[in-house]
């Protein structure tokens, strides 16, 4: 008898959260998604009335904390939490009129927020048989993208952040594991408008199925398409791999 696992997909609406939904459903599980925009969720649930949706702010304490008490009332809560939700923002950081309020939201969205997701779920991942932890990231935690610098900062924060958890949670018998997407072709990817011919956007159709053959195979870590070569080059080439990635360093747009 198969084991239907239930799992909460942060940012789920749209791109990588929406095709891993869409890959967890496929395989029997139960799915729920979160997002900030209601009528985006509802048109998901229109196409998959199988999904459950919830509106909820990753960043709004009350928020998470009353979808938590939702999940553990409606499901006796969640075997798989998948931080998913993101942004990024391009910035030339010599440029004294950026946005600061938007910077720090994307530190809080990026790398706070999975932490305060962790926190409030973890109660129910403990008493999960098939407890795990999925954080998505991006290969550009192991080289930095000088157009959008916050953003590389909160993929290493989280990944290194992932990194030191993994152990911890393992002796509560919580799998971690990390998916560090290339760019996906996304709403995120287009709004960045990215012209570098190293950062060709993967479907995320295409993301989910590397990312599902990878994790039935009990990886940890997972990097499709550039990010294993972002991986591997970061290590025994860094110079030479960041000179490569960042040809153009000011965003145009």
């Known amino acids: 008898m198969k084991n239907i696992q239930k799992v909460l997909i942060t940012g789920g609406g749209s791109g990588i959260g929406l095709a891993l939904a ?7 599980h139960q799915v729920s998604i979160t997002g900030r925009n209601v009528s985006k969720l509802e048109q998901v649930k229109a196409a998959l009335p199988q999904i459950n949706i919830y509106q909820s702010d990753v960043t709004k304490e009350d928020q998470v904390q009353k979808l938590a008490q939702q999940l553990e009332k409606e499901w006796g809560g969640i075997d798989v939490l998948v931080n998913n939700a993101g942004i990024m923002l391009l910035l030339d950081s010599g440029n004294e009129g950026n946005d600061l309020t938007k910077q720090f939201e994307e530190i809080e969205i990026n790398f706070q927020s999975p932490i305060r997701l962790l926190h409030h779920f973890l109660p129910q991942l403990k008493k999960s048989k098939k407890a795990t932890l999925i954080n998505v990231s991006s290969g550009l935690a192991y080289v930095s993208f000088a157009q959008a610098p916050v953003y590389s900062a909160t993929k290493a924060a989280l990944h290194f952040w992932t990194q030191a958890i993994r152990p911890q949670l393992k002796a509560h018998s919580i799998r971690v594991v990390e998916l560090l997407p290339p760019v996906v072709d996304t709403k995120l990817a287009k ?3 990215l012209k570098d011919d190293n950062l060709k956007p993967m479907p995320p159709e295409k993301l989910a199925e ?13 990097t499709p398409g550039i990010s294993k070569q972002l991986k591997w080059m970061s290590r025994f080439a860094p110079k030479f791999i960041f000179k490569q990635l960042n040809k153009q360093v000011i965003p145009q747009k």
Do not use: C, H, P, T
Request: charged share 45%.
């Open 22 to 28: 869409r890959k967890f459903l496929a395989q029997g």
């Open 191 to 193: 709004d960045a408008d």
């Open 210 to 222: 590397l990312f599902w053959k990878d994790y039935n195979k009990g990886k940890e870590e997972i």
